[in-house]
């Protein structure tokens, strides 16, 4: 069943205003890491960190690869926020705690959010290793009913039934391809459909032929109840899956999808994808 939590819009001002006394910087660029991708959080500069257990409201992460804490920096000289561990509904949390950091970062004057995740490639022509830019998403948990902005709309965030066919900022992923060209790793970044499932099992051989028939390109479990919910408070978005591991699509497959994998690969691109989002911040704006 969903689990239940709502918030007024003071108790998403308060959190900003707790963060906004007690570090300096007014990042303009939120960065919200994946599994295992945390370390995007260490290139920041001049860093203000905060556990996530000290912020008022924030939840906690429960998942291995995911340290928990917001991290306030500079890269490529310009403030930005980072969250160091996300939170997933698949942990129990409702999606209203999830997406919580969101808003906040809107109150705090982001214009820009950045997500990362890791994801199983449903499209046969990527390999593992592969950096996948979102160009669309499919939210299958909101088509079904847990969409994170049910329930009454604050209109002071944005309106009741917000627009989604132009969730990924086409000229950020313009930006993102110049960037990818340039730094030589146009081999290895693709495009494509992040495919939202719950979680926290992992997809059945059917539902992966399923989820590919829909047109995704990619499976994970996060990402877009934060980015409905940044654009429904009108924050521009690009995101990055880091294609981890194959999904099982045929039923003699012997391949068994599992979190060290996952991790395993994220730390082989971690690298790459840190160059990769520090060339292009320093190009956007
Ligand atoms: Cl194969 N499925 C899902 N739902 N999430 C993933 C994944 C697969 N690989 C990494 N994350």
Not at 117 to 127: R, V
Not at 189 to 198: E, F, Q
Not at 204 to 231: F, I, K, N, Q, Y
């Amino acid at each position: 069943s969903a689990p239940e939590c709502s918030y007024t819009f003071e108790d998403y001002k308060e959190t900003a205003d707790w963060l906004l006394t007690r570090t300096d910087l007014r990042p303009k660029v939120a960065i919200i890491c994946g599994s295992g991708l945390g370390g995007l959080a260490d290139l920041l500069g001049d860093k203000a960190i905060f556990p996530y257990q000290d912020i008022p409201r924030f939840s906690q992460s429960t998942v291995p690869g995911h340290s928990g804490q917001l991290v306030f920096g500079k890269i490529e000289g310009k403030p930005c926020v980072c969250m160091q561990g996300r939170f997933h509904f698949y942990e129990g949390y409702a999606l209203t705690k999830v997406t919580f950091p969101v808003r906040v970062f809107h109150l705090l004057g982001v214009k820009t959010l950045i997500v990362t995740n890791a994801a199983g490639g449903l499209n046969p022509d990527f390999q593992v290793g592969d950096i996948m830019f979102i160009k669309d998403h499919l939210n299958i948990p909101g088509i079904t009913g847990q969409n994170p902005l049910f329930g009454p709309n604050e209109e002071r965030f944005g309106v009741r039934f917000p627009c989604m066919s132009d969730a990924y900022d086409k000229g950020l992923l313009r930006i993102a391809n110049k960037t990818a060209s340039e730094l030589g790793f146009s081999d290895f970044v693709r495009s494509g459909v992040y495919c939202m499932a719950a979680g926290p099992s992992y997809e059945t051989v059917a539902e992966c032929r399923l989820l590919r028939t829909l047109g995704g390109d990619a499976v994970g479990m996060s990402t877009v109840p934060e980015v409905v919910v940044a654009r429904h408070c009108g924050l521009q978005v690009f995101g990055i899956s880091l294609i981890t591991n194959k999904v099982v699509m045929d039923y003699d497959s012997q391949e068994k999808t599992n979190h060290e994998e996952v991790l395993q690969t994220s730390k082989m691109r971690a690298k790459d994808l840190q160059s990769l989002v520090c060339s292009f911040l320093g190009k956007i704006e």
